[in-house]
T-cell receptor, first 117, second 116 residues
Framework: GNSVTQMEGPVTLSEEAFLTINCTYTATGYPSLFWYVQYPGEGLQLLLKATKADDKGSNKGFEATYRKETTSFHLEKGSVQVSDSAVYFCALTLANAGGTSYGKLTFGQGTILTVHP | DAGITQSPRHKVTETGTPVTLRCHQTENHRYMYWYRQDPGHGLRLIHYSYGVKDTDKGEVSDGYSVSRSKTEDFLLTLESATSSQTSVYFC???????????????FGPGTRLTVL
């Protein structure tokens, strides 16, 4: 079956530190990969996505590159801010030619990020 | 922001009672999903819908049923609530450009359900 594994959290950083959150996946077919962010008390928001190998998704200073050879989609940011404190989820969906995935997402367990001033 | 509302936002109920959660969208999106969020598990798909009256099971569907009688509403029912169903429930919608492509899922604000 399909699965997503994220690095164990929580992660605590000082403001302006470099962030990496690891994400690896197992999937049949050709997955598209996503990072979602959940701020306290809110629903999930799409942060970035990549739909094929070697694509780089980017948004709000965050980046992630779809690495098929290592089945990874690690999230990075060069300088985090207090406002980046949130829970980050890696997820995948299968976009196969048969179209039977219906866009269903498989999520990792989430990584809590806390950034201190 | 995508127009998705969930009701109620918070509910406390007792074991054995039926509970219905509602998801309402104003985007006219075809695909709708119910997930539950639990610590250490991320979000897991309960049921999904790919059109009016078209629904199917997800990963953790036991003890849950759904209905979709019109495009804008997707109801999740816990037939007889148990303490293991204490969770935060999220609805999501997608316009869906699959097959062959992918689309973004937009999430509602969530419903916190406590079963005593």
């Amino acid at each position: 079956g399909n699965s997503v594994t994220q690095m164990e959290g929580p992660v605590t950083l000082s403001e302006e530190a470099f962030l990496t959150i690891n994400c690896t996946y197992t999937a049949t077919g050709y997955p598209s990969l996503f990072w979602y962010v959940q701020y306290p008390g809110e629903g999930l928001q799409l942060l970035l996505k990549a739909t094929k190998a070697d694509d780089k998704g980017s948004n709000k200073g965050f980046e992630a590159t779809y690495r098929k050879e290592t089945t990874s989609f690690h999230l990075e940011k060069g300088s985090v801010q207090v406002s980046d404190s949130a829970v980050y989820f890696c997820a995948l969906t299968l976009a196969n030619a048969g179209g039977t995935s219906y866009g269903k997402l498989t999520f990792g367990q989430g990584t809590i990020l806390t950034v201190h001033p | 922001d995508a127009g998705i509302t969930q009701s109620p936002r918070h509910k406390v109920t007792e074991t054995g009672t039926p509970v219905t959660l509602r998801c309402h969208q104003t985007e006219n999106h075809r695909y709708m999903y119910w997930y539950r969020q639990d610590p250490g598990h991320g979000l897991r798909l309960i049921h999904y819908s790919y059109g009016v009256k078209d629904t199917d099971k997800g990963e953790v569907s036991d003890g849950y049923s759904v209905s979709r009688s019109k495009t804008e509403d997707f109801l999740l029912t816990l037939e007889s609530a148990t303490s293991s169903q204490t969770s935060v429930y999220f609805c999501a919608i997608s316009g869906g450009d699959f097959p062959g492509g992918t689309d973004t899922q937009y999430f509602g604000p969530g419903t916190r359900l406590t079963v005593l």
